[in-house]
């Protein structure tokens, strides 16, 4: 989507990355609607490597592939999370193409990349962060969450991330 000079693929390309998977995957089932979807739609009680490898798998396709392979995928996630629907432990219903539940799930694959990266590569600027986030904002538009239900900037990503983690989760 971006190229191999932008600041995405800077941050994406590491294979360090894949450290952070159980964060991200921690914090995306403490949303209620995310949880219930993974639990009653996924076969990662059975096969949780294969569950992994799956989603990095598209995730690498949308972020790396030309603009075919990254539209086919796109568009194959939304076919599979189209059928991902049900009702929470409390009864509420859930969608998998719910822009609330997808920016959850791809606000904690940028934060995991921003902590990884920051760790275990080179600290990066507020500006290259700032950077990113406009780029990640492309990237979850292709997963389904339109621009307007996504943090407008940086700044704004970090409100909903202190939020989140203080009132939207359990």
Do not use: C
């Not at 194959?76 to 822009?99: F, N």
């Amino acid at each position: 989507m971006f190229g191999p000079d932008s600041i995405s693929w800077r941050i994406s390309r590491e294979s360090v990355l894949l450290l952070g998977g159980g964060r991200a995957l921690i914090l995306q089932v403490a949303h209620p609607g995310v949880a219930a979807g993974v639990a009653d739609h996924s076969n990662y009680r059975e096969d949780p490597w294969g569950r992994v490898y799956r989603s990095v798998e598209v995730t690498l396709r949308i972020a790396f592939g030309d603009p075919e392979t990254s539209r086919r995928a796109a568009d194959g996630l939304r076919e599979v999370h189209a059928r991902v629907r049900g009702a929470d432990d409390r009864g509420r219903p859930y969608s998998a193409l719910d822009p609330a539940l997808l920016m959850w799930v791809h606000a904690t694959l940028f934060d995991t990349a921003l902590v990884i990266y920051d760790r275990y590569v080179s600290p990066l600027s507020e500006d290259e962060k700032a950077q990113a986030w406009e780029q990640f904002v492309l990237m979850g538009e292709m997963y389904g969450i339109p621009r307007d239900r996504q943090p407008a900037d940086y700044e704004e990503f970090r409100s909903y991330w202190e939020h989140m983690l203080d009132a939207g989760l359990r």
